[in-house]
């Protein structure tokens, strides 16, 4: 079942704008991650957040993540077109090699 | 590291013959893999939970018999579609995390699309 809901479904930006990335889950989580995935391809992990943690960093990436209402979010700067991709959320409710449950996905296109 | 292969990364196929896709770890072994299957924008959906040296575990709605797994090694899984309809095309992707690590991240293969003719 898809547990994560990302909105918006899809965004459009222009090159060097920032990209704002939504998800809602259900249950309690261990933590949530967000993979990117350039089509036709596999997935790429890009960072973790804990249940624990509330904020991380990475390179141009920046996550939040809110568990009293269930939400995160996936902040790129400074875009670049390279960027342009799907993201997915993904929630890990029960531990390590256990399954990820993803959400549906947001298609991020970033003009030139 | 944790680099996941997987092959062939296209395949076409006659209605009614069976296709395999392989799942290899490289440099990590895995006793756990994840089989997805994806449709034209849209999300993954996880197939089955593959197990080194025991059977897999199929989600509901996925027809065992149908999608058959392998893991007969730690760095090796296999997913073989049995008679395969037009109706199985899609894309198959499949996913390993090193074993004894306390984080869930998942490494993914480049994924197997599947057309049936």
């Known amino acids: 079942s898809q547990q994560g809901e990302e909105d918006p479904q899809a965004l459009s930006i222009q090159e060097g704008e920032n990209a704002t990335m939504n998800c809602s889950y259900k249950t309690s989580i261990n933590n949530l991650q967000w993979y990117r995935q350039n089509s036709g391809r596999g997935l790429v992990h890009l960072i973790l957040?804990?249940?624990?943690?509330r904020e991380k960093h990475s390179g141009r990436l920046r996550v939040t993540l809110d568990t009293s209402k269930k939400s995160s979010s996936l902040l790129i700067t400074a875009s670049r077109a390279a960027d342009t991709a799907s993201y997915f959320c993904?929630?890990?409710?029960?531990?390590?090699?256990?399954?990820?449950?993803f959400g549906k996905g947001i298609t991020l296109s970033v003009r030139p | 590291g944790a680099v996941v292969s997987q092959h062939p990364s296209w395949v076409i196929c006659k209605s009614g013959t069976s296709v395999k896709i392989e799942c290899r770890s490289l440099?990590?072994?895995?006793?756990?893999m994840f089989w997805y299957r994806q449709f034209p924008k849209q999300s993954l959906m996880l197939m089955a939970t593959?197990?080194?040296?025991?059977?897999?575990?199929?989600e509901q709605g996925v027809e065992k018999d149908k999608f058959l797994i392998n893991h007969a090694s730690l760095t090796l899984s296999t997913l073989t579609v049995t008679s395969a309809h037009p109706e199985d095309s899609s894309f198959y992707i499949c996913?390993?995390?090193?074993?004894?690590?306390?984080?869930?991240?998942?490494?993914f293969g480049a994924g197997t699309r599947l057309s049936v003719l």
């Open positions: 593959s197990n080194e040296g025991s059977k897999a575990t199929y």
């Open positions: 993904a929630t890990d409710a029960t531990g390590a090699n256990s399954k990820l449950t």
């Open positions: 440099d990590f072994q895995a006793t756990t």
């Open positions: 996913s390993a995390g090193p074993s004894g690590r306390d984080l869930n991240i998942q490494y």
């Open positions: 957040i804990r249940s624990n943690e």
